[in-house]
T-cell receptor, first 115, second 112 residues
Framework: GAGVSQSPRYKVAKRGQDVALRCDPISGHVSLFWYQQALGQGPEFLTYFQNEAQLDKSGLPSDRFFAERPEGSVSTLKIQRTQQEDSAVYLC?????????????FGEGSWLTVV | KQEVTQIPAALSVPEGENLVLNCSFTDSAIYNLQWFRQDPGKGLTSLLLIQSSQREQTSGRLNASLDKSSGRSTLYIAASQPGDSATYLCAVKDNAGNMLTFGGGTRLMVKP
């Protein structure tokens, strides 16, 4: 596709439910990032992939959060046993590489509400 | 740990005004700084990227400056238009790591 695609766009989960959020990066993009954006705040880094390798997961808030990119393309962010504080927009971004001049492209996000 | 702050948090101006958005960061060892635009319910669009060795970048009515030593950047918008209404986010990439650290954003409304 022309841009970074995320699904679902909107998800309402009951507290304790597991959710999976999908990201389709721009074809050929090596670098993939996940960010979490709470209402009225800036995005916060969760994790970074270079191809299929997860090089940085320092931003994942707890062991309930897990991300994968098994074939170096599509990525899934999984949240287990969701809690109300997980309610946020989850943004995926990709770039050709993580170099200084490479433009980073963001998807429109997956809006998660935990009730 | 890098911290990025944006002032003001919200701004409302009449159409045609020139305006300045401010961004400050605590650790000057940055690789680059970017300004993004975010429309409601949408993702982020990169507006300008300034490398650590650069002082400013310009694109159309937008001009971004960087003073790395003082930990500051400004985004100047000339002759603002209602279509400029959005949230503007500043983000820095440190020398170590690949992630961006974002400020909280400035919500801009330009009134016709």
């Amino acid at each position: 596709g022309a841009g970074v695609s995320q699904s679902p766009r909107y998800k309402v989960a009951k507290r304790g439910q597991d959710v999976a959020l999908r990201c389709d990066p721009i074809s050929g993009h090596v670098s993939l990032f996940w960010y979490q954006q709470a209402l009225g705040q800036g995005p916060e880094f969760l994790t970074y992939f270079q191809n299929e390798a997860q090089l940085d997961k320092s931003g994942l808030p707890s062991d309930r959060f897990f991300a994968e990119r098994p074939e170096g393309s599509v990525s899934t962010l999984k949240i287990q046993r969701t809690q109300q504080e997980d309610s946020a927009v989850y943004l995926c971004a990709s770039s050709l590489e993580s170099g200084s001049g490479n433009t980073i492209y963001f998807g429109e996000g997956s809006w998660l509400t935990v009730v | 740990k890098q911290e990025v702050t944006q002032i003001p948090a919200a701004l409302s101006v009449p159409e045609g005004e020139n305006l300045v958005l401010n961004c400050s960061f605590t650790d000057s060892a940055i690789y680059n700084l970017q300004w993004f635009r975010q429309d409601p319910g949408k993702g982020l669009t990169s507006l300008l990227l300034i490398q650590s060795s650069q002082r400013e970048q310009t694109s159309g009515r937008l001009n971004a400056s960087l003073d790395k030593s003082s930990g500051r950047s400004t985004l100047y918008i000339a002759a603002s238009q209602p279509g400029d209404s959005a949230t503007y986010l500043c983000a820095v990439k440190d020398n170590a790591g690949n992630m961006l650290t974002f400020g909280g954003g400035t919500r801009l409304m330009v009134k016709p």
